[in-house]
């Protein structure tokens, strides 16, 4: 999933947020040499900076979820969603509802996903795959 959210990382970066991205940059390259934990740390920094900074929110809830802090990274992906509505924050918050079995709220993400217009979901299979699979078990 880490994979899946650096590219909004990388362009949606505000020049009057020239720390934040510092922070963002160092935490991407961090985490892809799997130093989640300094990762995090980096991340926590970009947030108390700017608490609603998406940018910062998406790439600490990637990380928070590579933690396996899926409680956590759902705030985060949840808070960046009040100010923008992208189908791959929709699509990470479904999967760690979907890891944590709260199954109702992750097909309500997954749908949500699917539903927005300029949809740059790069992976519709696996969205309907995962809906599917929590909608008809095996």
Do not use: M, R
């Given at each position: 999933?880490?994979?899946?959210?650096?590219?909004?990382?990388?362009?949606?970066?505000?020049?009057?947020?020239?720390?934040?991205?510092?922070?963002?940059?160092?935490?991407?390259?961090?985490?892809?040499?799997?130093?989640?934990?300094?990762?995090?740390?980096?991340?926590?920094?970009?947030?108390?900076?700017?608490h609603n900074n998406v940018n910062a929110l998406c790439c600490y809830g990637d990380v928070l979820f590579c933690?396996?802090?899926?409680?956590?990274?759902?705030?985060?992906?949840?808070?960046?969603?009040?100010?923008?509505?992208?189908?791959?924050?929709?699509f990470n918050i479904a999967h760690c509802y979907y890891l944590v079995e709260q199954f109702d709220y992750a097909v309500s993400h997954y749908i949500s996903a699917l539903k927005i217009k300029k949809n740059t979901l790069e992976n519709k299979d696996l969205v309907l795959s995962s809906l599917n699979f929590i909608l008809h078990p095996l």
């Amino acid at each position: 999933i880490l994979s899946f959210l650096i590219p909004i990382c990388t362009y949606a970066i505000d020049e009057d947020s020239i720390y934040v991205w510092s922070n963002n940059s160092s935490a991407i390259s961090t985490s892809n040499t799997s130093d989640l934990e300094k990762a995090e740390n980096y991340l926590k920094q970009a947030y108390h900076l700017d608490h609603n900074n998406v940018n910062a929110l998406c790439c600490y809830g990637d990380v928070l979820f590579c933690l396996g802090k899926y409680d956590e990274a759902i705030k985060k992906y949840e808070k960046a969603l009040k100010s923008t509505d992208i189908a791959e924050v929709h699509f990470n918050i479904a999967h760690c509802y979907y890891l944590v079995e709260q199954f109702d709220y992750a097909v309500s993400h997954y749908i949500s996903a699917l539903k927005i217009k300029k949809n740059t979901l790069e992976n519709k299979d696996l969205v309907l795959s995962s809906l599917n699979f929590i909608l008809h078990p095996l």
